[in-house]
């Protein structure tokens, strides 16, 4: 059993910065897609930067790209997420999310069955 644990999150100014946590502990699988999905108010949900454990492979979305960074620490099941420059329309719910597999990401990762989920961390930002 693979246990999910995200943290960070919190409320800055229209600019500033936040990092963000996920860690996966207990019976893991070898490589995971690892990465966070957000749920900003009145959309749907999308794929904001994930990575992949056993490589140096990085994708970040449209709204992530040139602002944040995806990586991992010192441990292979640690990811963080340093968000910088961060506007209002940031604003929302961040799920850290992770799916076994084997060679890298597929596109739809985050939506197979047996996709891990972290709790989820607000994340504000005041104009």
């Known amino acids: 059993q693979v246990q999910v644990v995200e943290s960070g999150g919190g409320s800055v100014r229209d600019g500033g910065s936040l990092r963000l946590s996920c860690t996966l502990s207990?019976?893991?699988?070898?490589?995971?897609?690892m990465g966070w999905v957000r749920q900003l108010p009145g959309q749907e949900r999308e794929a904001v930067a994930f990575?992949?454990?056993?490589?140096?492979?990085?994708w970040y979305g449209n709204s992530a790209e040139g602002r944040f960074t995806i990586s991992q620490e010192n441990s292979k099941y640690t990811v963080s997420l340093q968000m910088n420059s961060l506007e209002p329309e940031d604003t929302g719910l961040y799920y850290c999310?992770?799916?076994?597999?084997?060679?890298?990401?597929?596109?739809?990762?985050?939506?197979?069955?047996?996709?891990?989920w972290g709790q989820g961390t607000q994340v504000t930002v005041s104009s």
């Open positions: 990575l992949y454990t056993g490589g140096a492979s990085q």
């Open positions: 207990g019976d893991t699988y070898p490589d995971y897609c």
């Open positions: 999310a992770a799916t076994p597999v084997q060679g890298g990401c597929p596109g739809n990762w985050w939506n197979y069955p047996d996709t891990l």
